[in-house]
C-alpha cells in the first residue's frame, strides 16, 4: 500500500465508533465482495436480500486490507483484520460523513426524475478538466450508494459529484445533508414512481429535498423548460437557497440554449450560460442531452471552475451502459446500429429515445426498430401513458414497433397496424421474433424499465458481431 491511502485503520475506528483488532491502510472502500479490489477496506452491509457478514472470508481472500462488522464472522483466522461496529450501515454512513468533513472539495448533488447519471458523469468530466474531481460511480445514488461514495472521497479532491435517488418521499433529505452540496441540480419533475405518489407535485416535493442539505448560501440548478419549475424554484426559496439558475430554452432561462443542431452522434450547441456565450458540442445524440448540458455548464460556473475547459469536456460526453449506448454490430455482410437504452424506461425518456432513434439517417432497406418493454411504477395511469407513446413512434419514422410486457400492449394496439410487429409478455419470449426479423441496415431501438429484463434482447444483438461490438461515439 502506498502512503496515498484513502483511510487509516484509527481514521476509520474514530468516524464509526468502531474497535480495530490489527492496524491497516485501505485504498478504497466496497460493499460488493465480488467487485471488491486488493486493499479495499470491505462494508459487510446486512441488506433485504443478502448479508454481507456472509462474505467477508471472500473480501479478505480477495486482498481486502480490513473488513468492517458487526457480528462475529465464523472460520477467519485469528488475525483476520476486522474493524468492529454497532451497525454497518451506520458504519458507513459515519465513514461517508467523515470524508465529507475532512475534505474542502466544492461539491454539487444532482437529482431528478430522468437524466440523473448523465448529467452527473458530464459534470464529473467538465469539473475533472480544472482540478482533482470525485464523482459517484454509476448509479450509486440511494441509501448505500451515497454514503458509500462519499466514503471513496479523497480528501485532496477539489470537487465532487453526487447523484441523489429516490422512489418515495423522504429518501432524498437524509442523502441530501449528508453529502452537503453547494451546488443542487434538479435535471426534471416528471411521471416517474407514479405508483408511490398521488400527484406529480408530490414527486416534486420529493425532489426539492435535495434543498435540505444544501450549504448556506448554496445555488439550485432548475430546468426552466419544465412544467414545476415554479413549485421547484418557491421550494427553493423557502429553504433559503441562495441563488436559482434555471436552465433550458426557455426565453428566461439564465443557461439558455440559442442555437441547437442535432447529428446522429452529436449535439453541436450554442449557449448564454449566465451572461457568458459558449459554443461546443456534446459527444451523444438527442435533445435531451443538449439541455441537461447547460445545467452541467451552470453548476461549473456556480462552482467557479474554468468554463471554457468544461465546454470542450463535453465533446468526450457519451451515453453511459444501457442509457443510449450506441453499438455498430457487423451482420451479414452489411451492418446494425444498436442504440441500447435497456437500462430503464419512463414516458419522458422514452419519447427522448424515440426522437433520437427518428434522427438517425437510416438508408433502404435498412429500417427504424423500436423493441419496447413497459414502464413500470406508473400506477393507474400506466395504460393511457403506454398508449401515448404512439404519436411519438409515428412522428419518428419508425417502421416497425415490438412490444413487451402486459403494459405495452395498450401501445401495441394504438399503433397502425403496419407497424406492429410483434407483441409478447417476456423478452425471452420476445428475443425470437426480434432476430428473426432484423436485417443489415436495421437500426434497433432496445428500451425498457428494468424489471422487463430487456437486456438479453441487446446481448443477443451484441453477439451477432463477427468482433467485439465497439460503442459508438460522436
Not at 243 to 268: P, W
Amino acid at each position: 500500500m502506498t502512503a496515498a491511502a484513502l483511510w487509516q485503520a484509527a481514521e476509520v475506528a474514530a468516524a464509526c465508533n468502531g474497535q480495530c483488532n490489527s492496524d491497516w491502510q485501505a485504498g478504497g472502500v466496497s460493499i460488493d465482495s465480488r467487485t471488491v479490489q486488493a486493499g479495499d477496506l470491505f462494508v459487510a452491509i446486512q441488506g433485504p436480500n443478502f448479508d454481507g457478514h456472509g462474505f467477508v472470508a471472500e473480501a479478505l481472500a480477495r486482498g481486502a486490507a480490513a473488513a468492517m462488522v458487526s457480528q462475529e464472522i465464523a472460520g477467519l483466522e485469528p488475525d483476520a483484520p476486522l474493524l468492529r461496529v454497532g451497525d454497518t450501515l451506520a458504519g458507513l454512513e459515519a465513514l461517508g460523513r467523515a470524508a465529507r468533513q475532512r475534505c474542502s472539495a466544492r461539491i454539487a448533488a444532482v437529482t431528478g426524475s430522468v437524466g440523473k447519471t448523465g448529467t452527473k458523469q458530464a459534470l464529473y468530466q467538465a469539473l475533472a478538466r480544472s482540478a482533482p474531481t470525485h464523482a459517484s460511480i454509476g448509479n450509486l445514488n440511494n441509501h448505500w450508494g451515497a454514503p458509500l461514495s462519499l466514503a471513496r472521497m479523497p480528501v485532496d479532491s477539489r470537487y465532487g459529484v453526487f447523484e441523489l435517488g429516490m422512489n418515495h418521499a423522504g429518501e432524498i433529505a437524509p442523502l441530501s445533508r449528508m453529502v452537503r452540496p453547494h451546488v443542487a441540480i434538479i435535471t426534471n419533475v416528471e411521471p416517474v414512481h407514479l405508483e408511490f405518489f398521488s400527484s406529480l407535485s408530490q414527486i416534486a416535493d420529493a425532489k426539492a429535498e435535495i434543498f435540505d442539505g444544501l450549504q448556506p448560501g448554496g445555488v439550485a440548478i432548475l430546468n426552466r423548460d419544465n412544467a414545476h419549475y415554479d413549485h421547484l424554484a418557491r421550494a427553493a426559496e423557502a429553504a433559503g437557497v441562495g441563488r436559482v439558475i434555471s436552465f433550458g430554452a426557455h426565453k428566461d432561462a439564465q443557461a439558455r440554449l440559442i442555437g441547437l443542431a442535432q447529428h446522429a452522434t452529436c449535439n453541436c450547441i450554442s449557449a448564454d450560460i449566465d451572461g457568458q456565450a459558449v459554443t461546443y458540442k456534446v459527444g451523444a445524440p438527442g435533445r435531451h442531452w443538449a439541455i441537461n448540458s447547460l445545467a452541467v455548464l451552470a453548476a461549473v460556473r456556480a462552482l467557479d471552475a474554468d468554463l471554457g475547459l468544461a465546454a470542450l469536456a463535453m465533446a468526450e460526453v457519451a451515453a453511459p451502459k444501457g442509457r443510449g449506448e450506441r453499438h455498430r454490430i457487423a451482420f451479414n455482410d452489411g451492418e446494425l446500429l444498436l442504440i441500447d437504452e435497456s437500462y430503464n424506461a419512463s414516458p419522458i425518456a422514452m419519447v427522448a429515445a424515440i426522437e433520437t432513434l427518428g434522427a438517425v439517417a437510416v438508408e433502404a432497406p435498412g429500417r427504424r426498430i423500436a423493441v419496447l418493454g413497459d414502464m413500470l411504477e406508473l400506477g393507474e395511469t400506466s395504460p393511457a401513458l403506454h398508449a401515448a407513446l404512439a404519436p411519438a413512434l409515428v412522428d419518428a419514422g419508425v417502421d416497425q414497433v415490438f412490444a413487451c410486457g402486459p403494459q405495452m400492449a395498450q401501445l401495441f394496439d394504438a399503433l397502425p397496424k403496419h407497424m406492429r410487429a410483434a407483441h409478447a409478455a417476456t423478452s425471452k419470449t420476445l428475443l425470437a421474433k426480434v432476430m428473426t426479423s432484423i436485417r443489415p441496415g436495421d437500426t434497433v431501438l432496445v428500451k425498457g424499465s428494468l424489471g422487463l429484463n430487456m437486456a438479453p434482447i441487446v446481448q443477443a444483438l451484441r453477439a451477432l458481431d463477427d468482433v467485439d461490438p465497439t460503442a459508438v461515439s460522436g
